[in-house]
C-alpha cells in the first residue's frame, strides 16, 4: 500500500536516505514552503500531509483536504496539529517521541551547571588574561531538592541524571510512577513541589490541560533563589506574572525555546540578567538528528503496514 500523494509543507531537512524511503511508500510528493499560495489547490487530493513542528494543521486546514488519511509530526509536539479533530475525520497523527530524550536531559544540567558554577564568566575571564579565583562562588546540586514537573521520558531521564549528582528528587506528574518511586524519587503535589523546590524543571507537552499551568498563583510560590528551566514551550507559563519575578531578582528562570516566542517578549525578557535564553538548542545531538528521522519514516511505514506507531489520537 502506497499513499496517493504526499504534501509536505515546509521542508524538513531530511537526509537523502529517509527522502528516498518517503519517496518509495507514495506515488506523489509535493513539497511546498508554508505560506505557498499552492497548498490551498494541492490539499484536495492529498492523503497525507507531513509537517514540522511550527506548522499548523488546524480544522481548516482538515476540511480543505478531503482525502486525507494520515498527519506526520517530525516533532515531538503537535500541539499545532489539532489532533482531536482529526480523529473525529479518521485521520491518525503521529508524531515522534522519544528522539531527545538525552540531549534535552543532558542540556538541562548544562545550564544549571554553567549558571551555578559561573562558567560564562571564568572562559570571558580567561580570555581577558585574568586568571584570578576571586570573586567566585558556587552551590552544588547535590542535597537540593530538585522537582521536576511532568515524568514523561525527558522529566524521567532528568530525574535519574539529578539522582546522580545526588540530588532531593520530587516530582509530580498527571500520573504517579510507581517504578520511579522505587528508585527513591518522590511523588509531591504540584503546588508544595513548586514552592520547595530549589530547582525546578519543566517537561510537559503543550496541551490544553498544561498551558498556563505555571499560572500566576504558583508562579508567585516559587521559592527564593530557585533557578527554575523551562525546555518546554513557553505557553506553559503566565508570562506577565513570570516577568514580574525576574524582575524581583530572587530567582533565575532558563529557556530555550526563544523561537516560539514574540520577539518582543524575548527582547525583554533578555535584559534581566536573571533571565538565560537559549536558541532552541536543547534537542540538538547528532544521535538524536538521527533517530528523529529513522522514527518518522518509520511511522509512516507502519501506518501503510496497518499498526501505527506513536500515533496521538
Given at each position: 500500500m502506497k499513499f496517493k500523494k504526499i504534501l509536505v509543507m515546509d521542508e524538513l531537512g531530511l537526509d537523502k536516505e529517509y527522502w528516498k524511503s518517503i519517496d518509495s511508500l507514495c506515488e506523489k510528493k509535493i513539497v511546498l514552503t508554508l505560506n505557498s499560495p499552492e497548498i490551498k489547490e494541492h490539499l484536495k487530493d492529498a492523503d497525507c500531509i507531513l509537517v514540522k513542528f511550527l506548522a499548523r494543521v488546524d480544522k481548516k486546514i482538515i476540511d480543505a483536504t478531503p482525502k486525507l488519511k494520515y498527519v506526520g509530526v517530525l516533532a515531538t509536539g503537535y500541539g499545532r496539529v489539532d489532533a482531536d479533530?482529526?480523529?473525529?475525520?479518521?485521520?491518525?497523527?503521529?508524531?515522534?517521541?522519544?528522539?531527545?530524550?538525552?540531549s534535552v536531559a543532558e542540556f538541562v544540567f548544562a545550564t544549571i551547571l554553567e549558571h551555578i558554577r559561573d562558567l560564562e564568566r571564568g572562559k570571558k575571564q580567561i580570555r581577558e588574561g585574568n586568571y584570578s579565583e576571586g570573586g567566585f562562588s558556587a552551590i552544588e546540586i547535590k542535597g537540593k531538592v530538585f522537582g521536576i514537573l511532568g515524568l514523561g521520558r525527558i522529566g524521567g531521564r532528568t530525574a535519574e541524571l539529578a539522582l546522580a549528582f545526588g540530588a532531593d528528587v520530587r516530582y509530580w506528574s498527571r500520573n504517579r510512577k510507581k517504578?520511579?518511586?522505587?528508585?527513591?524519587?518522590?511523588?509531591?503535589?504540584?503546588?508544595?513541589?513548586?514552592?520547595?523546590?530549589?530547582?525546578l524543571s519543566l517537561h510537559f507537552a503543550?496541551?490544553?490541560d498544561t498551558e498556563n499551568f505555571l499560572n500566576e498563583q504558583r508562579i508567585k510560590t516559587i521559592k527564593k533563589g530557585a533557578v527554575v528551566i523551562n525546555t518546554s514551550p513557553m505557553e506553559l507559563l503566565d508570562l506577565k506574572t513570570l516577568e514580574?519575578?525576574?524582575?524581583?531578582?530572587?530567582?533565575?528562570f532558563i529557556l530555550d525555546?526563544?523561537?516560539?516566542?514574540?520577539?518582543?517578549?524575548v527582547k525583554r525578557l533578555v535584559q534581566y540578567k536573571?533571565?538565560?535564553?537559549?536558541?532552541?538548542?536543547?534537542?540538538?545531538?547528532k544521535e538524536g538528528r538521527i533517530i528523529k528521522q529513522k522514527i518518522f519514516v518509520e511511522n509512516i511505514e507502519n501506518f501503510l503496514k496497518g499498526n501505527s506507531t506513536n500515533k496521538v489520537n
Open positions: 479533530y482529526a480523529k473525529t475525520k479518521g485521520i491518525s497523527v503521529c508524531n515522534v517521541p522519544g528522539f531527545s530524550t538525552e517504578e520511579f518511586e522505587k528508585r527513591g524519587i518522590k511523588y509531591e503535589d504540584a503546588d508544595e513541589l513548586i514552592k520547595n523546590s530549589d530547582i503543550k496541551t490544553k514580574k519575578r525576574i524582575q524581583k531578582g530572587d530567582i533565575t525555546h526563544s523561537d516560539e516566542m514574540k520577539p518582543e517578549d536573571n533571565c538565560i535564553i537559549y536558541p532552541p538548542i536543547a534537542y540538538l545531538s
